[in-house]
């Protein structure tokens, strides 16, 4: 080789070389710098490549969004809403910001506020109110039962006042009596009841009934249990007649509790005496059934050997005798009496009253301690049912609904419930009585169709005697005033 060629060659690298010399400086704008030659070229030439672009400054992040490579399931149906609406064509999709409204500023008051008014609880239904007790006033009180009855009352926390009246006449006028010294005695029990006293024979029947809640009706007198049906009521319905007639007068809105016998008769007497008056309201008035049901629980419960508080026989049809149906099938459920001694019981019930005397006397009996329980629970019950206190479910001989009209007779013995205006309602009478309650109760309809036409038979024959008498009397003697004769005189002419 020609030794000048050489040196030109030589020459030219070492020029090249010198010239492509730069100083190695770090560069944050250049992340690599590499070296390409063009094919086809002897001169190599320089290219920058991974420069990066030029900065948006509206939009500083890439606009570009990387694809994946492989679009899964739930990218093809990702559902994204904006500005109200869908889109399903581009999962993905610029959103402008738009420039948030501006509010006026908030006036803060610096000056203190009270606080608001508590609110009001909503309005609850309110409730009766309660009274402190009851009034209750015993017609015919003279006799020891009337005075058992007296002595269990006392003690009972409802009763407020307890008036006492003495039905039988007297010569003299002077209210010194045993009843007088039977509220004496009474009056040293340390309960709050106060007992008061008043006589016939002092005509305070009236000043007895003032302002009285509760209205009890019992027999001035023991009646001779030998005598008839008929004559044991015309003793009683001159008296019972008279009672009614005060009641009207001084009383009418208070409940009655006729305890005279024979029931069945006394309390339609007393119902049409009301009615002529005005007065007569059907939540006010109840026979009692309370000493036969009491017989016939404690009777059921002895057979079942059971306990007697908690075992109750209903009683329906009537109050005595052949009208009254005690259901000792009610006694314990999914249990009957065999048919023998359902008979037997029921007779036992009917007959106690004459079983229980032992003596040969007319007008004794010595079923008043029992007979007196059984009252003063009636009593009590009925005035805590007028106090608010509770309803109670007793069994009363009351006048039935047309609705619930199954016999001749509207009158009836049923179950009946007590609340602050009397009866508020009457239950029917039992849909699966046994076949021998269904046969007493069918006989039983019958005599007490026979009770209650005596007592309208009755009270018709009196209403047609004291026309003729008022007739009588305008004729002669029309400017005298009426003359009210004593109750005995009524029983002792009837009799």
Known sequence: MNPSTVFIKSKHLWS????????????????????????GDDECRRALVDIPPDVDPKCPQPCERIKKKKPGLLHRIKLRVIEGGTN???????????????????KVDTETKALPPPSRPAKVPSMPETRSGVQVSILGADSPLGHYVALLLKQCPCIKKLRLYEAKHCECSACNRNLCKVVKDLQHINT?????????????????????DIVLMLESSYPNLDL???????????????????????????????????????VPLIAETLKETGWYDPRKVLGSLAVPEMRASTLAARALCLEPRYTRVPIVGGTEGESLVPLFSKAVEYFDFAKHNALMMTDAVRGAQTAVTRTDGACVRAADLSEAHALSGLVTKVAHALLCHDIPRVTGFVETDASQVIS??????????????????????????????????????????????????????????????????MKTDWHMPRHYRHLDDCASQLT
């Open 192 to 212: 709050n009841c106060l007992v008061q006293a008043f006589s016939s024979s002092c005509n305070e029947l009236e000043r007895c009934l003032q302002n009285t």
């Open 16 to 39: 090249c070389l010198l010239d492509a010399y730069v100083p190695l400086t770090f560069r944050s704008d250049v992340f690599n710098r590499c070296y390409a030659k063009k094919s």
């Open 228 to 266: 008839s049906f008929e004559k044991r009521f015309n003793c009683q319905a001159p008296i019972v007649k008279n009672y009614a007639d005060a009641i009207a007068n001084e009383c009418p809105k208070a409940f009655i509790i006729v305890c005279t016998t024979p029931i069945d008769c006394m």
């Open 88 to 106: 399903f064509g581009t999962p993905f999709r610029r959103v402008s910001c738009k420039e948030e409204e501006k509010l006026p500023p908030k």
């Open 408 to 473: 001749p007779a509207r009158y009836l013995a049923i179950e009946v419930l007590l609340n602050k205006h009397g009866i508020c309602r009457k239950l029917d009478l039992p849909s699966d009585m046994s076949l021998l309650e269904l046969e007493l109760v069918d006989l039983a309809f019958e005599h007490l169709k026979l009770n209650v036409d005596l007592a309208y038979k009755w009270y018709d024959a009196l209403l047609v005697g004291e026309c003729e008498r008022c007739q009588m009397a």
